[in-house]
């Protein structure tokens, strides 16, 4: 039985409506994007849930351009005479903004297509009830490990998102989209030797249920609660002095996305969050350097946000504001190369958008995001990185992170972390270095990259009211020379 | 206004078997006016209208939001939620709601009718905080207003029913003079009288910090005391006072585990959970189970005596409800529940000025305006990092001697707690981007802190 009301005809239909209606009452630019969305989610707690349930939800947005301001309402109420009030309502506030310099976006080519992620089995297919049980066998999964008992508390999270989109603009932009999400978290707390150690963790993909067995989901579960349990038992603190530091993709993949990946973004650089998620050091470089030529890190250093990684948390192949998504190269050959743009800061940029406009709700303007961010590899293998380090850490995991919010003094804490010494990696785990350098300190750092990669899942907070973005961020393993650890 | 939407819903969940069903349905635009570089980015307005329907048959338990309610909608929605219970596990955290029949006081100045016309005004509103903020020495302003109104009503299973108004108002000024030297103030509440004086208050503020952030040079790691702002004490105090949640002590995400009845601060030190405040975002007359809010001690003479509770978790540690339950959810609305969530916090003004705890600072102090980013390596242990932004500044002597920059401070929550060593009385309410829970606190001075910086 289809419970719903607004079938995806109805809602284009009711956006076709909006862009026509809101060009004629004079808005100089209209985009209304329907959203029709699935979010279903189960926690348990030690292996009994503690709630679960299915939310639909539909409703439409309609951003506006009028006397060089932006008006933007949304509403599930998709009547005509509700959405006609709201693009009147969207052109009054517009107006009234009366900025002193004109909001202008770029020019970008009239699209009119489709995409979706490709899923063999679709979430919606599969019953609540075999949702549940695998999350309950995954929960006893990991107690019947020989380590299952120093797992205190596990909190297992599973989100299943379905998003249906259709964006319309009054440049003739017509966009139709479906994509599907699945999202695994752990939050579990081991108890060692020492006290405790805890750990977030988070995978996900833009695929169908089977992801879990394409992705060895339970597999990767099982050895990173092994690793947490390891890491509460055997980690000691250690006064290291100036190391080499290794760091695993994931490592690499939040510094990326931190140090990288924010700064890039067009609207903190120039000022637009400058109240909430902050603005860029990359502002001062760019006062007498260009794009392409600020060095930034060693030659091997290469950065790249791409939404059209297949299977990606990040994917997409349209943006929200109808661009044609593909890949940024933000650090090439250790030089700032690029940054991330929507059509407002693009033309602020005199360039065109490079598709980073995303919005995580029918009821979210879209914003300036990225998509999977990685480090690009090089041509080592680990061993090699190993085998050149006198006496270094290599950090697989970390815990606590944090950076400032120009995004030039960062934090990271590592979680499994192991000492190598004289080019061999030991079995002694090191208990909570600490990372706390400057993303020249850290960039400049670098001498070796190896080819393997991995994509750790993340939600990027940004904005306020804050919109939590699906990101990959991960990449290569990456080598760091005389590194003075931190928090001594 | 509800067009007997929560009478529907509760109608259609029992004909399918719920034995209990909450039904709140929430109305009312609500308008967002971002801005910087002095210039507004974008106006928003929200047209919200939704119904949130939780359902239990015994302990089996489900929510769904509604968007835009109809009763044709309600019908199919609640009767395929209702089934949707009936195939879930029992929950470990449900075991009922509140099932006496209540009674509720209303809480005076929840609602200021001016707000209706200010969506008119709030543009000019905002523009005199920025040029406010430029007056004072600004070069540029940003920030975010948050404005509206809503209105709740509520009905339960047993009979419980309810409804209020409500107004709001909540803005973030951030002024920079140069990238680098910026301040910024907050404010916020329910009254909109004399909103321009406020307005303007704030943008003065913003940009006084600012200019006198100008000049500042990298600050040296090492132990210092720390002076924390409203704003940051609000996000780090909030820390441990969130924390006093049952949910957040089963779940591993408290720092208060084994400290129920332990002194956790000096003897001077009071909080409590306050519902009942007219200018607190979070106050309200009743939870979403019916039962009537009430003011809850969590820390008093430096004790922590008490947790925020629903029925569930009243029962599971043999206590009572403090009317503090809400639906609540982790990483995704499709497995909302109900659970504990604290009202305002409200700490308690001590006897010291601004001027007077600077002029008391003797050794090395640092003055954090505002932060942002706190970090766990653990939260049961509460070993932290956060970051301040904003103006900083160096205090020697009892005199502010230079702003400095790029600072951490890397703590432990409940050991920082013990070393409180001022508390000021200049309490205001703080909700901001950093600060979710509305919290009344003032200026709080911390003995001994550590604060690192980056090694190269």
Same mark, same amino acid.
């Given at each position: 039985m289809n419970i719903w009301f607004i079938t995806m005809k109805d809602g284009k239909d009711i956006a076709d409506f909006a862009v026509d209606y809101g060009t004629k009452k004079g808005a100089n630019y209209i985009e209304a994007r329907y959203v029709d969305s699935r979010d279903e989610g189960y926690t348990t707690r030690n292996g009994a849930l503690i709630g679960g349930g299915i939310v639909n939800t539909q409703g439409i947005a309609i951003r506006v351009l009028a006397d060089g301001g932006i008006g933007f309402c949304s509403t599930a109420k998709l009547e005509k005479d509700h959405v006609k009030k709201a693009i009147e309502l969207a052109i009054k506030m517009a107006k009234a903004s009366k900025r002193k310099e004109p909001i202008i976006f770029s020019e970008e080519d009239v699209v009119k297509t489709k995409w979706s992620t490709p899923v063999k089995q679709n979430i919606a297919d599969i019953s609540e009830e075999e949702k549940i049980k695998f999350v309950y066998d995954l929960d006893k999964t990991l107690v019947s490990q020989d380590y299952g008992e120093s797992l205190v508390t596990r909190t297992l999270m599973l989100n299943l998102n379905d998003v249906k989109k259709y964006i319309h603009n009054s440049e003739g932009s017509q966009i139709e989209s479906e994509k599907s999400l699945i999202f695994f978290y752990t939050f579990n707390t081991a108890k060692g030797t020492l006290g405790t150690e805890q750990r977030f963790n988070g995978m996900g993909g833009s695929m169908g249920w089977e992801w879990f067995e394409e992705e060895n989901i339970v597999e990767k579960v099982i050895l990173d609660n092994e690793a947490l349990v390891k890491t509460a038992i055997n980690a000691k603190e250690m006064k290291l002095g100036e190391i080499d530091v290794i760091v695993s993709g994931e490592v690499a993949g939040i510094i990326a996305h931190e140090n990288t990946g924010h700064p890039s973004e067009g609207d903190r650089i120039l000022g637009r969050e400058g109240a909430q998620a902050g603005?860029?050091?990359?502002?001062?470089?760019?006062?007498?350097? @260009?794009?392409?030529?600020?060095?930034?890190?060693?030659?091997?250093?290469?950065?790249?946000? $791409? &939404?059209?990684?297949?299977?990606?948390?990040?994917? #997409?192949? #349209?943006?929200?504001?109808?661009?044609?998504?593909? &890949?940024?190269?933000?650090?090439?050959?250790?030089?700032?190369?690029?940054?991330?743009?929507?059509?407002?800061?693009?033309?602020?940029?005199?360039?065109?958008?490079?598709?980073?406009?995303?919005?995580?709700?029918?009821?979210?303007?879209?914003?300036?995001?990225?998509?999977?961010?990685?480090?690009?590899?090089?041509?080592?293998?680990?061993?090699?990185?190993?085998?050149?380090?006198?006496?270094?850490? #290599?950090?697989?995991?970390?815990?606590?992170?944090?950076?400032?919010?120009?995004?030039?003094?960062?934090?990271?804490?590592?979680?499994?972390? #192991?000492?190598?010494?004289?080019?061999?990696?030991?079995? @002694?785990?090191?208990?909570?270095?600490?990372?706390?350098?400057?993303?020249?300190?850290?960039?400049?750092?670098? $001498?070796?990259?190896?080819?393997?990669?991995?994509?750790?899942?993340?939600?990027?907070?940004?904005?306020?009211?804050?919109?939590?973005? &699906?990101?990959?961020?991960?990449?290569?393993?990456?080598?760091?020379?005389?590194?003075?650890?931190g928090g001594e | 206004m509800s067009n007997n939407f929560t009478e529907k819903a509760l109608e259609v969940a029992q004909k399918e078997g719920a034995t209990e069903v909450i039904a709140r349905l929430v109305e009312g635009p609500n308008y967002q006016i971002r801005f910087s570089n002095s210039n507004i980015d974008i106006s928003k307005q929200w047209d919200q209208s939704m119904l949130e329907v939780f359902i239990a048959i015994g302990k089996q338990i489900t929510q769904v939001d509604i968007q835009d309610p109809t009763i044709p909608k309600i019908e199919q929605i609640v009767k395929q939620a209702t089934n949707f219970a009936k195939r879930m596990p029992d929950s470990q955290l449900y075991a009922t709601m509140e099932s006496k029949k209540q009674s509720y006081k209303a809480i005076d100045g929840l609602y200021d009718k001016t707000i209706e016309t200010f969506p008119e005004k709030a543009p000019e509103m905002v523009n005199v905080a920025i040029e406010k903020a430029l007056e004072v020495g600004a070069k540029r302003a940003a920030g975010v207003l948050y404005f509206g109104k809503t209105r709740s009503e509520l009905l339960t299973s047993y009979g419980n029913s309810g409804s209020y108004d409500t107004s709001f108002y909540r803005m973030t000024i951030r002024s920079f003079v140069d990238f680098e030297s910026s301040g910024q103030d907050v404010v916020v509440g329910r009254n909109m009288s004399n909103i321009e004086k406020k307005f303007s208050e704030a943008g003065e503020n913003a940009g006084k910090l600012a200019k006198m952030a100008v000049g500042g040079k990298q600050g040296k790691a090492g132990k210092y005391d720390l002076i924390l702002s409203p704003t940051v004490g609000g996000n780090l105090f909030g820390q441990i006072t969130d924390g006093a949640n049952p949910l957040m002590l089963l779940l591993n995400m408290s720092p208060l585990g084994d400290h129920i009845g332990e002194q956790i601060t000096p003897e001077d030190f009071h909080v409590v959970d306050d519902p009942h405040?007219?200018?607190?975002?979070?106050?309200?007359?009743?939870?979403?189970?019916?039962?009537?809010?009430?003011?809850?001690?969590? /820390?008093?003479?430096?004790?922590?005596?008490?947790?925020?509770?629903?029925?569930?978790?009243?029962?599971?540690?043999?206590?009572?409800?403090?009317?503090?339950?809400?639906?609540?959810?982790?990483?995704?609305?499709?497995?909302?529940?109900?659970?504990?969530?604290?009202?305002?916090?409200?700490?308690?003004?001590?006897?010291?000025?601004?001027?007077?705890?600077?002029?008391?600072?003797?050794?090395?102090?640092? *003055?954090?305006?505002?932060?942002?980013?706190?970090? *766990?390596?653990?939260? /049961?242990?509460?070993?932290?990092?956060?970051i301040p932004r904003d103006g900083m500044f160096l205090i020697e002597d009892g005199e502010i001697k230079k702003p400095v920059r790029k600072l951490r401070i890397s703590e432990n929550l409940l050991k920082m707690s013990k070393r409180v060593e001022a508390i000021g009385k200049d309490r205001k309410q703080i909700q901001w981007w950093e600060v979710y829970t509305p919290t009344f606190i003032p200026t709080i001075k911390i003995a001994d802190c550590n604060i690192t910086a980056a090694t190269q």
């Amino acid at each position: 039985m289809n419970i719903w009301f607004i079938t995806m005809k109805d809602g284009k239909d009711i956006a076709d409506f909006a862009v026509d209606y809101g060009t004629k009452k004079g808005a100089n630019y209209i985009e209304a994007r329907y959203v029709d969305s699935r979010d279903e989610g189960y926690t348990t707690r030690n292996g009994a849930l503690i709630g679960g349930g299915i939310v639909n939800t539909q409703g439409i947005a309609i951003r506006v351009l009028a006397d060089g301001g932006i008006g933007f309402c949304s509403t599930a109420k998709l009547e005509k005479d509700h959405v006609k009030k709201a693009i009147e309502l969207a052109i009054k506030m517009a107006k009234a903004s009366k900025r002193k310099e004109p909001i202008i976006f770029s020019e970008e080519d009239v699209v009119k297509t489709k995409w979706s992620t490709p899923v063999k089995q679709n979430i919606a297919d599969i019953s609540e009830e075999e949702k549940i049980k695998f999350v309950y066998d995954l929960d006893k999964t990991l107690v019947s490990q020989d380590y299952g008992e120093s797992l205190v508390t596990r909190t297992l999270m599973l989100n299943l998102n379905d998003v249906k989109k259709y964006i319309h603009n009054s440049e003739g932009s017509q966009i139709e989209s479906e994509k599907s999400l699945i999202f695994f978290y752990t939050f579990n707390t081991a108890k060692g030797t020492l006290g405790t150690e805890q750990r977030f963790n988070g995978m996900g993909g833009s695929m169908g249920w089977e992801w879990f067995e394409e992705e060895n989901i339970v597999e990767k579960v099982i050895l990173d609660n092994e690793a947490l349990v390891k890491t509460a038992i055997n980690a000691k603190e250690m006064k290291l002095g100036e190391i080499d530091v290794i760091v695993s993709g994931e490592v690499a993949g939040i510094i990326a996305h931190e140090n990288t990946g924010h700064p890039s973004e067009g609207d903190r650089i120039l000022g637009r969050e400058g109240a909430q998620a902050g603005e860029s050091f990359y502002i001062d470089l760019l006062k007498d350097q @260009k794009l392409g030529e600020i060095k930034i890190g060693s030659e091997c250093v290469n950065l790249i946000d $791409d &939404p059209t990684l297949p299977g990606s948390a990040g994917f #997409y192949l #349209y943006d929200d504001e109808c661009v044609k998504a593909r &890949p940024r190269y933000l650090i090439k050959n250790g030089l700032i190369n690029e940054v991330l743009l929507n059509r407002e800061f693009a033309y602020k940029f005199e360039t065109k958008s490079n598709a980073s406009s995303r919005s995580m709700g029918y009821d979210r303007e879209p914003l300036i995001r990225m998509a999977n961010t990685y480090f690009g590899p090089g041509d080592h293998n680990i061993e090699e990185l190993f085998e050149d380090v006198k006496k270094g850490i #290599y950090m697989k995991s970390f815990t606590e992170w944090n950076i400032d919010d120009r995004r030039f003094q960062s934090k990271y804490v590592g979680l499994e972390a #192991y000492l190598i010494e004289d080019g061999v990696l030991t079995d @002694k785990m090191v208990r909570r270095p600490i990372l706390e350098l400057t993303t020249f300190g850290l960039y400049g750092s670098v $001498d070796a990259i190896t080819k393997d990669a991995e994509f750790p899942m993340g939600h990027c907070g940004k904005s306020d009211p804050g919109q939590g973005a &699906p990101c990959w961020m991960g990449g290569s393993q990456v080598r760091m020379r005389n590194i003075r650890l931190g928090g001594e | 206004m509800s067009n007997n939407f929560t009478e529907k819903a509760l109608e259609v969940a029992q004909k399918e078997g719920a034995t209990e069903v909450i039904a709140r349905l929430v109305e009312g635009p609500n308008y967002q006016i971002r801005f910087s570089n002095s210039n507004i980015d974008i106006s928003k307005q929200w047209d919200q209208s939704m119904l949130e329907v939780f359902i239990a048959i015994g302990k089996q338990i489900t929510q769904v939001d509604i968007q835009d309610p109809t009763i044709p909608k309600i019908e199919q929605i609640v009767k395929q939620a209702t089934n949707f219970a009936k195939r879930m596990p029992d929950s470990q955290l449900y075991a009922t709601m509140e099932s006496k029949k209540q009674s509720y006081k209303a809480i005076d100045g929840l609602y200021d009718k001016t707000i209706e016309t200010f969506p008119e005004k709030a543009p000019e509103m905002v523009n005199v905080a920025i040029e406010k903020a430029l007056e004072v020495g600004a070069k540029r302003a940003a920030g975010v207003l948050y404005f509206g109104k809503t209105r709740s009503e509520l009905l339960t299973s047993y009979g419980n029913s309810g409804s209020y108004d409500t107004s709001f108002y909540r803005m973030t000024i951030r002024s920079f003079v140069d990238f680098e030297s910026s301040g910024q103030d907050v404010v916020v509440g329910r009254n909109m009288s004399n909103i321009e004086k406020k307005f303007s208050e704030a943008g003065e503020n913003a940009g006084k910090l600012a200019k006198m952030a100008v000049g500042g040079k990298q600050g040296k790691a090492g132990k210092y005391d720390l002076i924390l702002s409203p704003t940051v004490g609000g996000n780090l105090f909030g820390q441990i006072t969130d924390g006093a949640n049952p949910l957040m002590l089963l779940l591993n995400m408290s720092p208060l585990g084994d400290h129920i009845g332990e002194q956790i601060t000096p003897e001077d030190f009071h909080v409590v959970d306050d519902p009942h405040i007219s200018e607190g975002l979070g106050s309200k007359p009743f939870d979403v189970e019916g039962t009537p809010t009430s003011k809850t001690p969590i /820390i008093q003479n430096g004790v922590l005596v008490g947790l925020i509770h629903n029925t569930t978790s009243g029962i599971m540690m043999q206590t009572e409800s403090t009317g503090n339950s809400n639906l609540t959810g982790f990483f995704g609305s499709g497995s909302k529940f109900l659970a504990p969530e604290p009202t305002n916090m409200v700490y308690s003004k001590g006897d010291y000025s601004l001027d007077e705890i600077i002029a008391e600072s003797k050794k090395p102090t640092i *003055y954090v305006t505002s932060n942002w980013y706190t970090r *766990y390596t653990n939260m /049961i242990e509460g070993e932290f990092s956060t970051i301040p932004r904003d103006g900083m500044f160096l205090i020697e002597d009892g005199e502010i001697k230079k702003p400095v920059r790029k600072l951490r401070i890397s703590e432990n929550l409940l050991k920082m707690s013990k070393r409180v060593e001022a508390i000021g009385k200049d309490r205001k309410q703080i909700q901001w981007w950093e600060v979710y829970t509305p919290t009344f606190i003032p200026t709080i001075k911390i003995a001994d802190c550590n604060i690192t910086a980056a090694t190269q």
